[in-house]
T-cell receptor, first 113, second 107 residues
Framework: NAGVTQTPKFQVLKTGQSMTLQCAQD?????MSWYRQDPGMGLRLIHY???????DQGEVPNGYNVSRSTTEDFPLRLLSAAPSQTSVYFC????????????FGSGTQLSVL | RKEVEQDPGPFNVPEGATVAFNCTYS??????FFWYRQDCRKEPKLLMS???SGNEDGRFTAQLNRASQYISLLIRDSKLSDSATYLC????????FGQGTELSVKP
């Protein structure tokens, strides 16, 4: 049972570089989301999607792009990385519904130098 | 101001103590509420959902007060293994987390 798979687990970028964090789930979940976690800040929602072709902004969307072309995949793009984007990133998914629990990926540690 | 705010930590308690966490939310249209547990920066895992009538799971009790817009988590007879960060989460169409409260249970 793969669940939510995030790649890579670790990444170091230089300022200005671009990259894509990958997230895939095999549970046919409609809802997918990206969070970043910084010390003392908890999890902050970056972008989320309630289904293929639908995305919306969360609490901290600036500097990040997402797309949802399939139910399974929800990549997060950093077009021009900045040191402020150094963080741990979590992807999560669930069925759509108010009481559905989130399933998380294992996280990506990103450092921007 | 964040939509969801938690008590600042860390909480350092002896084994066997009772500890309570509170969490306030600003979106009165929020529909569902949760407590998650996170160990050592691993992925968060659902501890329990919070229902209007309150709910209990062993040593853990969660309560919701819609009028005052807060949820709480009570841990009784705390164990060393309860040491973790506890995050509240509120769903008003998207799931928003609080900052998390670190709990350290000492022998």
């Amino acid at each position: 049972n793969a669940g939510v798979t995030q790649t890579p687990k670790f990444q170091v970028l230089k300022t200005g570089q671009s990259m894509t964090l990958q997230c895939a789930q095999d549970m046919n979940h409609e809802y997918m989301s990206w969070y970043r976690q910084d010390p003392g800040m908890g999890l902050r929602l970056i972008h989320y999607s309630v289904g293929a072709g639908i995305t919306d902004q969360g609490e901290v969307p600036n500097g990040y792009n997402v797309s949802r072309s399939t139910t399974e995949d929800f990549p997060l793009r950093l077009l021009s990385a900045a040191p402020s984007q150094t963080s741990v990133y979590f992807c999560a998914s669930s069925y759509v519904g108010p009481n559905e629990k989130l399933f998380f990926g294992s996280g990506t540690q990103l450092s921007v130098l | 101001r964040k939509e969801v705010e938690q008590d600042p930590g860390p909480f350092n308690v002896p084994e066997g103590a009772t500890v309570a966490f509170n969490c306030t939310y600003s979106n009165s249209a929020s529909q569902s509420f949760f407590w998650y547990r996170q160990d050592c920066r691993k992925e968060p895992k659902l501890l329990m959902s919070v229902y209007s009538s309150g709910n209990e799971d062993g040593r853990f009790t969660a309560q919701l007060n819609r009028a005052s817009q807060y949820i709480s988590l009570l841990i009784r007879d705390s164990k060393l293994s309860d040491s973790a960060t506890y995050l509240c989460a509120v769903n008003g169409g998207k799931l928003i987390f609080g900052q998390g409260t670190e709990l350290s249970v000492k022998p």
